[in-house]
């Protein structure tokens, strides 16, 4: 079975751009996670959508949104881009919301220059 | 605020000899603790889990001792082989729908 998969694998953006990530769970999954990893730092969370719903939000500021499909794949999109949104975007999928084990896919390599 | 913490950021082993990897929690909600392990241009990959109610799992190689008083956990690889050279990262979740997760161990297991 395939794994959770994310597009593209590395993306180079200037400040002030916009940029989406996309995400496709593991099969069967209905819940995809969001999450951020700055260079030396563990991955922090920033959403969770669970039946294309909005279940939960990190501390993130409102330039970043999320959305969920109903085949449960999943975008996260970043506005104005700072030099700080420079990370590993990360993505997990789970069975549901009371899962306790998140599948985490490749990642994403944004840099913002 | 970090609730979960690794405060070894690397440790270096001799293959065939025992690994322990330490972390500490602050947050009393925590329910569920997992390690994963992560390799360079990879995502993070489950490695074995702890509910609070247990004190011990072990999965092959690998178990992982959970002291709720302490509000620490460890996580023992035995044997260590050279496969095991990864980022390990502790990571715990309280009765919602996010992990948070430790800043990771950067083990290196020796020839």
């Known amino acids: 079975d395939a794994g959770v998969t994310q597009s593209p694998t590395h993306l180079i953006k200037t400040r002030g751009q916009h940029v989406t990530l996309r995400c496709s769970p593991i099969?069967?999954?209905?819940?995809v996670s969001w999450y951020q990893q700055v260079l030396g730092q563990g991955p922090q969370f920033i959403f969770q959508?669970?039946?294309?719903?909005?279940?939960g939000r990190g501390n993130f500021p409102d330039r970043f949104s999320a959305r969920q499909f109903p085949n449960y794949s999943s975008e996260l999109n970043v506005n104005a881009l700072l030099l700080g949104d420079s990370a590993l975007y990360l993505c997990a999928s789970s069975e549901g919301t009371g899962a306790y084990e998140q599948y985490f896919g490749p990642g994403t390599r944004l840099t913002v220059t | 605020d970090q609730q979960v913490k690794q405060n070894s950021p690397s440790l270096s082993v001799q293959e065939g000899r025992i690994s322990i990897l330490n972390c500490d929690y602050t947050?009393?909600?925590?329910?569920?603790f997992l390690w994963y392990k992560k390799y360079p241009a990879e995502g993070p990959t489950f490695l074995i889990s702890?509910?609070?109610?247990?004190d011990k799992n072990e999965d092959g190689r690998f178990t992982v001792f959970l002291n709720k008083s302490a509000k620490h956990l460890s996580l023992h690889i035995v044997p260590s082989q050279p496969g095991d050279s990864a980022v390990y990262f502790c990571?715990?979740?309280?009765?919602?729908?996010?992990?948070?997760f430790g800043a990771g161990t950067t083990v290196t297991v020796r020839a």
């Open positions: 959508y669970y039946e294309k719903e909005e279940r």
């Open positions: 702890i509910s609070s109610i247990k």
């Open positions: 947050n009393s909600m925590f329910d569920y």
């Open positions: 099969s069967g999954h209905k819940s």
């Open positions: 990571a715990a979740r309280a009765n919602d729908y996010k992990l948070s």
